[in-house]
């Protein structure tokens, strides 16, 4: 669920940004870091202190 709000959110602020005169390319590489992150976040929830399971 995370990652579509971090892709919903990059589309919609590619999209106001664009429209305030940024460059589209500009505006587009803010989306993708955006996207990049919210998909690390994803592939690193598991690993992280306290999210693992224990075998007992």
């Known amino acids: 669920m995370g990652l579509v709000i971090a892709t919903t959110f990059g589309l919609c602020a ?6 305030i ?6 505006a587009f590489l803010v989306t993708s870091v955006v996207i990049t992150l919210g998909a690390a976040g994803r592939l690193l929830n598991p690993y992280l202190p306290g999210r693992h399971e224990t075998d007992s």
């Not at 590619?14 to 429209?19: I, K």
């Open 21 to 26: 005169g940024w460059n589209a390319m500009d």
């Open 14 to 19: 590619w999209v106001v940004l664009w429209a």
